[in-house]
């Protein structure tokens, strides 16, 4: 599992959408059908972030910050915030930016794209959506074309009739507003973990190796985890409930902004499971030995973040993984290590 640890790269804001259309991969599953999702007949992205250990407020002030930074004019370009209410939880952004196909010495292909952007906070996390999608394309020849994102980048116009590949016009509108949208809700999850992580500075991590309690620093832990999880078990606790995972569930450590993190993945059906990792703000994480009643490892960990991955999310990073299964990813801060 350890590949699963560049899964973190989701969280980095990746705004430069400058791409060489022969580069990309005009049949990757992330373009193709099932990308868009229609509400009303209208083109709607939304995302759904937990973030337990923040408040209404918190979570009102941090992304109301990240939103005056994001969304800013720019020469003739005019995004901004257009509305707040701190008290319903309400942050509404007006976008308008250039997304570009492709740049030469010769040639720029590139469209304007118009957008909304709206966050709906509440205590433990947000929703945010991204709608009213619309292009102004090749502006400077004879007035451009426009387009609303229902006419232009559906199934129907923006992929071929079996379905398998972008198609050559529509495709790359299709293909770089996913991108756009990706990038902005990875730019708020990234936003609210570089908060929890700075809020939670008093509780690092031990540095150095207590030789009477055993607790240790991440770094001086065995490097073969996952090989005693094969061999033994994972038991993880939340609360005072106790259970058993299977090996595929541990991701294994990073490091998120210089703070040291797990992963722990929990297959969709476990709901009972899920529902008490949803319900708890930190739990222990313990590596058994086979046959062993004592853990040898035992991580204390304060969850941060959540994140529903699909199999073929984690498929492109993990050959091993179980495509038939959707995990949720709980990314926690490693608040104290010990090996007994």
């Given at each position: 599992m350890?590949?699963?640890?560049?899964l973190?790269l989701a969280l980095?804001p990746?705004?430069?959408?400058?791409k060489?259309n022969k580069k990309?991969?005009?049949s990757?599953?992330k373009?193709?059908e099932?990308?868009?999702t229609?509400?009303?007949?209208k083109?709607?992205f939304?995302?759904e972030?937990n973030?337990?250990s923040?408040s209404?407020?918190e979570?009102y002030?941090?992304?109301?910050k990240?939103?005056e930074?994001?969304f800013v004019p720019d020469?003739?370009?005019?995004s901004?915030?257009?509305y707040?209410n701190k008290?319903n939880?309400e942050i509404?952004a007006?976008?308008?930016?250039?997304?570009?196909?492709s740049?030469?010495?010769?040639?720029?292909d590139?469209t304007r794209?118009?957008y909304?952007f709206?966050i709906?906070?509440?205590?433990?996390?947000?929703?945010?959506t991204?709608?009213r999608?619309?292009y102004w394309y090749?502006e400077?020849?004879?007035?451009?074309?426009?387009?609303?994102?229902?006419?232009?980048i559906t199934?129907e116009?923006a992929?071929n009739?079996?379905?398998?590949?972008?198609?050559?016009?529509?495709?790359?509108?299709r293909?770089e507003?996913i991108?756009?949208?990706d990038?902005?809700?990875?730019?708020?999850?990234?936003?609210l973990?570089?908060?929890?992580l700075d809020s939670?500075?008093?509780?690092k991590?031990?540095n150095?190796t207590?030789?009477k309690t055993?607790v240790?620093?991440?770094?001086?832990?065995?490097g073969?985890l996952?090989?005693?999880i094969?061999?033994?078990?994972?038991?993880?606790?939340?609360?005072?409930?106790?259970t058993e995972?299977k090996?595929?569930?541990?991701?294994g450590?990073g490091k998120?902004f210089n703070k040291?993190v797990?992963?722990?993945?929990i297959?969709?059906?476990?709901s009972?499971l899920?529902?008490?990792m949803e319900?708890?703000t930190?739990?222990?994480?313990?590596f058994?030995?086979a046959k062993d009643?004592k853990?040898?490892?035992?991580?204390?960990?304060?969850?941060?973040?959540t994140?529903?991955?699909?199999?073929?999310?984690?498929?492109?990073?993990?050959?091993?993984?179980d495509t038939s299964?959707?995990?949720?990813m709980?990314i926690?801060?490693?608040?104290?290590?010990r090996?007994e």
């Amino acid at each position: 599992m350890k590949n699963l640890l560049l899964l973190i790269l989701a969280l980095l804001p990746f705004f430069a959408v400058a791409k060489d259309n022969k580069k990309n991969d005009n049949s990757n599953p992330k373009y193709l059908e099932g990308a868009i999702t229609l509400k009303d007949n209208k083109i709607i992205f939304e995302d759904e972030i937990n973030v337990q250990s923040m408040s209404k407020d918190e979570l009102y002030e941090t992304l109301l910050k990240w939103a005056e930074k994001r969304f800013v004019p720019d020469n003739k370009l005019n995004s901004r915030v257009v509305y707040t209410n701190k008290e319903n939880g309400e942050i509404v952004a007006s976008a308008e930016e250039y997304m570009v196909f492709s740049s030469t010495a010769l040639s720029l292909d590139r469209t304007r794209i118009y957008y909304h952007f709206y966050i709906q906070v509440k205590d433990g996390g947000c929703n945010v959506t991204m709608s009213r999608i619309r292009y102004w394309y090749d502006e400077n020849r004879d007035g451009g074309e426009r387009y609303t994102a229902e006419e232009w980048i559906t199934d129907e116009m923006a992929l071929n009739k079996k379905k398998t590949k972008l198609a050559p016009i529509c495709g790359k509108f299709r293909r770089e507003t996913i991108d756009l949208k990706d990038a902005l809700f990875s730019s708020v999850r990234e936003c609210l973990g570089q908060k929890i992580l700075d809020s939670s500075a008093d509780n690092k991590t031990q540095n150095t190796t207590d030789k009477k309690t055993g607790v240790v620093a991440v770094s001086e832990l065995p490097g073969n985890l996952g090989e005693i999880i094969a061999n033994g078990k994972l038991v993880i606790k939340t609360d005072s409930k106790e259970t058993e995972l299977k090996a595929d569930s541990w991701g294994g450590f990073g490091k998120l902004f210089n703070k040291d993190v797990a992963y722990i993945l929990i297959d969709k059906k476990q709901s009972e499971l899920n529902k008490n990792m949803e319900s708890s703000t930190a739990y222990t994480v313990s590596f058994y030995n086979a046959k062993d009643k004592k853990a040898e490892v035992t991580i204390e960990c304060k969850k941060t973040m959540t994140q529903e991955l699909s199999a073929e999310e984690l498929k492109s990073l993990n050959q091993d993984i179980d495509t038939s299964k959707k995990y949720i990813m709980y990314i926690c801060e490693v608040i104290s290590a010990r090996i007994e």
